[in-house]
């Protein structure tokens, strides 16, 4: 099957487990929207799903994207694209060359000159190729993280409450600029939030992450 | 195949602890008399006796006493008095800019300084001399002391940056200012409220670098040797001086000297934590008191440490000025001229020696940046299954003294019949100059934030691409800060160099030593400038390289 | 291998001296048998041969490296053999003798008998004792080709090293007398006696001074004054033992507990070298120095070392002298160069080279008359320089006395000093 499948997931912090055991599935161009208090493991859930959960938890469960068993993959070879809080945008390379990480290795460089540019026109930036990425305003930044990502070519795109540092009028905005692109790919999103306007936007279902650890 | 996620910091313990576990065991066995090489096998206390009648050892250890604490308290009290005073001061903030001359120098250059600046015919002296009535020195010993205060005064001049530096790298993790604004709003006046409340905070950070500090300053055989009196000598320097006797018979009374220099430390670093715990408890009481006086005395005492960096710029100034002297007879203030003869004369061998210290700083301090990269990089990614806790063991060196292991190495090279050649210089410069590119490492290393690798690897980057793409270049500016401080330390190394190296490896530190027993005070000069411009300049390039590297990109330039 | 060149070496050079041809300047050598210029010798087999093998081998020599102007004068050596023979002549500065001492005898203990760490080693008095006593040299001498040129007659301390005789283990390369050097613009008058000098330092407290007893100037400071305190010099030549070296050496520590309150410091610290004691002089913080070489004033003052009214005298009753040498350790790695490099100390260029007032200004080991006459000119035409003594004002130098002598002056001194209070 396609889209995103999540198998009784627990993460477990010296063996106690941080929520019961979760199950879901995000078809292409759907959104799961997964909701719940701070430090219940929303985020880590994320990186387990990235393959970088930190050595300190440990993950149990199964997650398939298309078909695929996640498990036991890399990182880089999980084909799962991510966007943080944080832009993260790389602080020593120019627009460009952040935008041209992610892309597949090999193409011929006027092709990759051509889709970076094709994707900061998308993102409304056209020309911004050979700026430094802290001199961008908070949209600008946001929406080159996005473009970094979709440029990689990825297959489901995990949200890590990648709207909670913009400020209200931004923060619509860059949502259905992010929804939009995700929907015009197929993706599946899985979104973690806490903010309930972005479930409300996403649209799909909502799964409340009940904590387990006692704080 | 797969390694195991523990074998990078494992590789990076052991090339610190192989050489120091050797050592010691190098230097215990023939300090209870068992030396096969020798023909001496079994145990026996020989080696004590020999030492307990050297008639000079209660004076040795006074002084080995006197200035290795003094210096260390010197040290942290001119600090601790300077924070609490200046703290919100804006020059304070950028203390860490003018700090890097006096830390990049090595310990022996700075030394050489101040001898040519508080030595009798000194240039201190010569600026009171008209106002004295003097033409020739004062007989007094204001250097080589018998009492070890102008080693002590040597030492704390050096060690006071340093406690500075780290001290200041503290104030950074600690809520210092609302902690601050807490306590001034409940009456503390500013320098008050900083000893009490910042104080204690800062001092459970800087501990390790305290410890070192302490070791080092009771250890020390290049300072001991060139600021100290000869006889007798700081404990310190009697292993030394015995084991390069053409008796071979007197290794054995300086692995007793050793291992006593050895114990003595451990004891002095618990005694001195005996007495923190003590004052910290009176402090305690102090802050719990609401007494608010001793504003204007903490102020007052704020200079000291100003005052001691005078001193340290003004020794690198004197080894400056003498290596362009002419004849400079004392009382004249400047020499009869300036050029540029000494250097011209020493050309040749300064640029041999030069290049024989740089042909072990460079790969000793490669190797470390390259060992602490793969450890940190381990742990950042594996967790507690790259063992972390071992990564501790490796600062190990800097709270011994050198001479209780580099003996023993010696010891045991000469006994396997090993030439010391460059490779055992550069293994013996790598476990002092590992530690400390982990030290300037390991907390940016961690401070990375961990989102930033998981962006690179969602995008598709493998280890090494993420490694070298994403964290090296980011990091770069503590990756050029670590070279420059391992540079720094590798090139500042003495008892290294002549024990490894057999005494025949020629660094421009076992250079300038051999000089500054005596001999001409402009060569000197030039041997110890060159010394301390090594280091400088990779201080210099580590601050600016990543500016003009970074030039256009602003997220870098902050910080 | 080794041994087989060792024991042909004689029968070779018996037989390269029957070949050589009598020559007309050779009529000036009176006391040594048949001993010609070096030139007019025809090219002796097994030296060529040997200087073939040296050649492109690279020599470790150890060396004293507390004086600039020897080191720079072992720097000039390295560049003539690269240039004569291709030999890579490397200077291991040593801070003391002892350490290269330790480092063979450690190495036999470690029981390396070849590929040792020091080729040639500068070397005399105790450390030579030992080197002996211990059987760590090579006999060279007679197999250098120069060394025929040596004044062993005249300069007896060639072939006498501190009483003990040499025989031929180490080839001497400069000789030192010891002279007192003092400021005439601030000491025009300086006592002309170790006793005379006790009594100037009491009126002049602080004024004098002497390198630590461990270095060996300070040591010799000790054996000068113990030179005047021994009513017969003779004994000296003998090993000291207990009983000869308590009783003799009573009036000394006499004289050096009067003496030591009026040194500079009070006596309680001492320059740790000849160098840091010529500081001392040149910033006026003492009047008067010992030097164990007759040019060292000359020198200091050329180099701005010391003021230009800087001057050199010796004693009344004469000063020691002795005689510097190199030594090859029996592990040598490269015993071939280290030979050459000999040969080369004592060849008649280095010799003037050394003796040269504006380079090192030591006398030479050499008999002059031996000499063919263009060498000889190398001598003559070194310049005199103020502040200077010539071998006529030097005068006929004291012998060194018994290395034994010296190792326990310094053991006594040290435990008479330590605690540095009295």
């Known amino acids: 099957m396609s889209g995103l499948a999540l198998r009784d997931v627990v993460l477990r912090l010296d063996g106690r487990a941080l929520f019961a055991p979760l199950s879901l599935e995000v078809a292409p161009g759907g959104v799961v929207t997964l909701m719940g208090p701070s430090g219940c493991g929303k985020s880590s859930l994320l990186a387990w799903l990235c393959g970088t959960l930190d050595p300190a938890l440990a993950g149990q469960g199964s997650a398939c994207l298309d078909g695929m068993d996640l498990d036991g993959l890399p990182p880089e070879r999980r084909r799962l694209g991510i966007l943080f809080q944080d832009d993260l945008l790389f602080p020593h390379l120019s627009v460009g060359g952040n935008l041209g990480f992610g892309l597949r290795p090999g193409l011929p ?36 993280a996005l473009m970094r990502v979709l440029l990689a070519e990825p297959r489901a795109l995990l949200l890590d409450e990648p709207f909670s540092r913009l400020d209200a009028a931004l923060r619509g905005r860059f949502r259905r600029f992010v929804l939009d692109h995700a929907a015009a790919l197929r993706l599946p999103v899985l979104l973690v939030t806490h903010d309930p306007a972005d479930a409300e936007a996403a649209g799909g279902p909502v799964l409340h992450l009940a904590s387990l650890a006692t704080p | 195949m797969r390694l195991p996620a523990c074998l990078p910091v494992l590789l990076l313990v052991a090339a610190v602890l192989l050489p120091v576990l050797a050592g010691l065991a190098g230097t215990l066995l023939p300090a209870f008399g068992h030396l096969p090489a020798l023909g001496a096998v079994g145990w026996s206390l020989d080696p004590w006796r020999r030492l307990l009648d050297e008639p000079g050892l209660a004076a040795a250890l006074r002084l080995t006493l006197v200035s290795g604490f003094g210096a260390t308290a010197l040290a942290l009290l001119s600090v601790a008095l300077f924070c609490a005073a200046f703290h919100d001061r804006p020059l304070f903030r950028r203390a860490q800019l003018w700090l890097a001359p006096l830390l990049a120098t090595p310990h022996l250059a700075m030394g050489v300084g101040f001898l040519a600046l508080a030595a009798p015919s000194g240039l201190l002296v010569r600026l009171l001399a008209p106002l004295l009535g003097l033409d020739r020195p004062p007989d007094l010993a204001t250097v080589n002391d018998p009492w070890g205060l102008a080693l002590l005064l040597g030492l704390a001049l050096k060690e006071a940056p340093w406690l500075l530096l780290v001290s200041l790298a503290a104030l950074n993790q600690i809520p210092a200012a609302r902690l601050m604004a807490t306590a ?38 290049e300072m001991a040797l060139l600021l100290g009196p000869g006889s007798p000598p700081p404990l310190a320097v009697l292993p030394v001086r015995w084991f390069l006797d053409r008796d071979l018979g007197m290794t054995f009374p300086a692995a007793a ?16 934590e005996g007495a923190a715990a003590l004052a910290g408890r009176a402090g305690r009481r102090w802050a719990a008191s609401g007494v608010a006086a001793g504003a204007r005395l903490v102020r007052l005492g704020g200079w000291l440490l100003p005052l001691l960096l005078l001193l340290a710029l003004g020794s690198l100034g004197a080894v400056l000025l003498w290596s362009v002297a002419g004849p400079w007879r004392f009382p004249d203030l400047w020499p009869r001229r300036l050029d540029f003869a000494t250097w011209a004369a020493h050309r040749e061998g300064l640029l041999a020696l030069a290049e024989a210290t740089l042909r072990v700083a460079l790969p000793a301090t490669a190797l470390a940046l390259a060992l602490s990269v793969a450890a940190l990089e381990a742990v950042a990614r594996h967790g507690r299954a790259a063992w972390p806790w071992l990564l501790g063991l490796s600062y190990l ?46 907390a940016p290393w961690e401070a990375l934030d961990p989102r930033l690798a998981r962006s690179a690897a969602a995008l598709g980057a493998g280890p090494l691409r993420m490694l070298c793409m994403v964290k090296l270049p980011v990091l770069l500016r503590p990756l050029l800060a670590a070279a420059a401080v391992g540079v720094a330390v590798s090139v500042g190394q003495y008892l290294a160099t002549l024990f490894a190296g057999g005494g025949r490896y020629a660094t421009l530190t076992t250079e300038a030593l051999a000089l500054a027993s005596g001999g001409d005070r402009r060569v000197l000069g030039v041997f110890a400038a060159l010394q301390a411009g090594i280091p400088l300049a990779c201080y210099a390039l580590a601050l600016l390289l990543p500016r003009w590297l970074w030039r256009r990109r602003a997220g870098l330039r902050a910080a | 291998m080794r041994l087989q060149r060792r024991a042909l070496a004689p029968v070779l050079a018996g037989l390269a001296a029957a070949l050589r041809p009598a020559t007309a300047g050779a009529a000036n050598a009176t006391d040594v048998p048949a001993a010609p210029p070096r030139e007019d010798v025809p090219a002796a087999a097994p030296w060529e041969r040997l200087l073939r093998r040296a050649a492109g081998q690279s020599v470790n020599f150890h060396a004293w490296a507390g004086d600039a102007r020897t080191n ?117 008058e300086p006592p002309r006696t170790m006793l005379a000098m006790a009594d100037w330092a009491r009126a002049h407290p602080g004024r004098l001074t002497h390198p630590n007893a461990r270095d060996f ?57 000849g160098p840091a004691q010529r500081n001392l002089l040149n910033d006026g913080e003492i009047d008067l120095m010992i030097s164990f070489n007759p040019a060292e004033a000359a020198a200091g003052i050329a180099d701005g070392l010391l003021p230009e009214t800087t001057r050199s005298y010796v004693l009344q009753g004469g000063t020691i002298g002795n005689c510097s040498f190199v030594g090859i350790p029996f592990n040598a790695a490269q015993p071939e160069a280290a030979m050459v490099v000999a040969d080369f100390l004592l060849s008649p260029e280095a010799q003037a080279e050394a003796a040269d007032p504006r380079k090192l200004g030591s006398p030479t080991v050499l008999d002059l008359d031996r000499l063919k006459p263009g060498d000889r000119q190398r001598f003559d035409d070194l310049p005199r320089l103020p502040g200077m003594l010539g071998p006529a004002a030097l005068g006929q130098p004291l012998p060194e006395p018994h290395p034994s002598w010296m190792t326990r002056l310094t053991a006594d001194w040290e435990r008479r000093t330590a605690g540095g209070a009295r």
């Open chain 2, 257 to 272: 000297a050793a291992t006593l220099l050895l114990v003595l430390t451990l004891a002095a670093i618990l005694l001195w």
């Open chain 2, 184 to 221: 001034r709003l409940l009456g503390q006046p500013a320098p008050v409220a900083w000893l009490k409340v910042v104080f204690p905070l800062v001092y459970r950070q800087i501990r390790l670098p305290l410890h070192a500090v302490l070791a080092y300053s009771l250890g020390t055989v």
């Open chain 3, 72 to 188: 720079a004068f072992i720097s000039w050596t390295a560049d003539r053999m690269e240039a004569l023979h291709r030999i890579r002549l490397r200077h291991i500065r040593l801070r003391d003798t002892a350490e290269a001492v330790a480092r063979v005898v450690a190495e036999r203990a470690a029981g390396q008998d070849s590929g040792g760490a020091v080729d040639l080693v500068w070397i005399n008095g105790p450390n030579l004792l030992a080197m002996k006593q211990q059987g760590l040299l090579r006999r060279i001498a007679d197999d250098l080709p120069n060394f025929a040129l040596v004044d062993t007659t005249g300069k007896p301390a060639t072939v006498t090293d501190f009483t003990v005789p040499v025989e031929g283990l180490a080839s001497p390369w400069r000789m030192a007398q010891v002279v007192f050097i003092h400021d005439a613009a601030r000491l025009p």
């Open chain 2, 397 to 442: 060196p800097l709270l011994l003294p050198q001479t209780a292991f580099l003996l023993g190495l010696q010891v045991l090279l000469l006994q396997l019949g090993l030439d010391g050649g460059l490779p055992a210089v550069l293994w013996a410069h790598l476990v002092f100059v590992l530690p400390y590119v982990l030290l300037v490492l390991a």
């Open chain 1, 109 to 144: 460089r006027a092709e990759r000159r051509a889709r970076i540019e094709a994707a900061l026109v998308e993102a409304e930036m056209p020309g911004f190729a050979a700026r430094d990425p802290a001199s961008l305003s908070g949209g600008q930044r946001a929406r080159v």
């Open chain 3, 217 to 273: 100037l300070g040591a010799t400071f000790l054996k000068q004054a113990l030179y005047e305190m021994v009513p017969d010099p003779a004994a000296l030549a003998r090993p000291a033992t207990e009983a000869t070296f308590t009783l003799l050496a009573a009036p000394l520590w006499e004289w050096y507990r009067a003496l030591r309150p009026h040194l500079w410091r009070q006596g309680r610290t001492f320059p740790e070298s």
